[in-house]
Nanobody
Framework: QVQLVESGGGSVQAGGSLRLSCAAS????????MGWFRQAPGKEREGAAA????????YYADSVKGRFTISQDNSKNTLYLQMNSLKPDDTAMYYC???????????????????WGQGTQVTVSS
């Protein structure tokens, strides 16, 4: 069983930065594909970024490309999302998720992720 705990959310003005962290339990097993999703009020959950932890490949939504960076610290079993040049449209609850890289599929298909954290709120004011 994989347990994920997010932290690092908060309130920031437009143009500011935040770094989200996702601490994974020691046993990640075959859950070697991890992603950050977000859900704004009244909107569907969407993928922001993902990382194939074995291959080191990254994936980003067009809306965050060039502003967000996903990375990992294997020694700490932690996934990060560095968010720069934040915009009010980035306001959402951000969730960390994990799945196996086997089987492929679209990285932003949230139905393929069996493990989820509780979320951390990010609010960007104009």
């Amino acid at each position: 069983q994989v347990q994920l705990v997010e932290s690092g959310g908060g309130s920031v003005q437009a143009g500011g930065s935040l770094r989200l962290s996702c601490a994974a339990s020691r046993y990640t097993g075959s859950s070697n594909f991890m992603g950050w999703f977000r859900q704004a009020p009244g909107k569907e959950r969407e993928g922001a970024a993902a990382l194939d932890t074995d291959a080191g490949l990254t994936y980003y939504a067009d809306s965050v490309k060039g502003r967000f960076t996903i990375s990992q610290d294997n020694s700490k079993n932690t996934l990060y999302l560095q968010m720069n040049s934040l915009k009010p449209d980035d306001t959402a609850m951000y969730y960390c998720a994990a799945r196996s890289r086997l089987g492929g599929g679209w990285w932003a298909d949230d139905l393929r992720y069996p493990y989820w954290g509780q979320g951390t709120q990010v609010t960007v004011s104009s």
